[in-house]
Structure formats: structure tokens, C-alpha cells
């Protein structure tokens, strides 16, 4: 599968925003996907994650609250709806996929082989 990931932007602190991340090729509802983001000097963290359905999310505590990601399997598309934003979420922003079985939710980089692009937020404050 082939992710590209867009939405990003320049937005003020307390503001919202949504990326989304297209998926091209069949079969997006065998895939578990995440969002994960890397700052500048720091490592590609975990942000969120969502299994095959769209049932079963999981978050960074530093996200808590404030992000939401959803799917949508029709529209083979994957969402991180993002408010209340802060400075320290100014980040590249990357999808992520990896074919699953089950309905797990996944959180470690390693397990995903499917990576888009990275999509730029920087929150002003």
C-alpha cells in the first residue's frame, strides 16, 4: 500500500486541524494503521493508532484528549483530527501501515513497513 499524507500547515496555538493520509491499492481494511511525528532533533514518536475496523484506538499520553484519528475503509483514507493545539506538537507528521489479522493496535514504529511521506504542522505560539 502507498500512503501520502497531507493537511499539514501553520496554525496558532489553541487552533485545529486535520490530516489525512491516502492509501492507494486494495485491501486498506487489512491494514493497521498509525500516525507518529518527529520533531526537530528528536526521534519519530508514536502519536496514535487505529486497527483494521476503526474500533480500537490508542494514544500518546501527550495526545490525549486532543487527537482523534479515524478511518474511513470506503474511502481507504485515515484521518488525525487534531485540536487545542500546542507548540511542542510542531512536528513532520508521518502515516503509517502494517498488513494485520486481528484487530490489533500498534505503537512501536518497527512494526509498521508502510510509510508516507510526512505531512508539516508547526503550531505558533
Known amino acids: 500500500v502507498q500512503l501520502q499524507a497531507s493537511g499539514g500547515g501553520l496554525v496558532q496555538t489553541g487552533d485545529s486541524l486535520r490530516l489525512s493520509c491516502a492509501a492507494s491499492?486494495?485491501?486498506?481494511?487489512?491494514?493497521?494503521m498509525g500516525w507518529f511525528r518527529q520533531a526537530p532533533g528528536k526521534e519519530r514518536g508514536f502519536v496514535a493508532g487505529?486497527?483494521?475496523?476503526?474500533?480500537?484506538?490508542k494514544y500518546a499520553d501527550s495526545v490525549k484528549g486532543r487527537f482523534t484519528i479515524s478511518r474511513d475503509n470506503h474511502e481507504n483514507t485515515l484521518y488525525l483530527h487534531m485540536k487545542n493545539l500546542k507548540a511542542e506538537d510542531t512536528a513532520v507528521y508521518y502515516c503509517?501501515?502494517?498488513?494485520?489479522?486481528?484487530?490489533?493496535?500498534?505503537?512501536?514504529?518497527?512494526?509498521?513497513?508502510?510509510w508516507g511521506q510526512g505531512t508539516l504542522v508547526t503550531v505558533s505560539s
Open positions: 503509517a501501515a502494517t498488513w494485520d489479522h486481528g484487530r490489533s493496535v500498534y505503537s512501536d514504529p518497527n512494526v509498521y513497513n508502510n
Open positions: 491499492g486494495r485491501a486498506f481494511d487489512n491494514y493497521a
Open positions: 487505529i486497527n483494521r475496523s476503526g474500533g480500537n484506538t
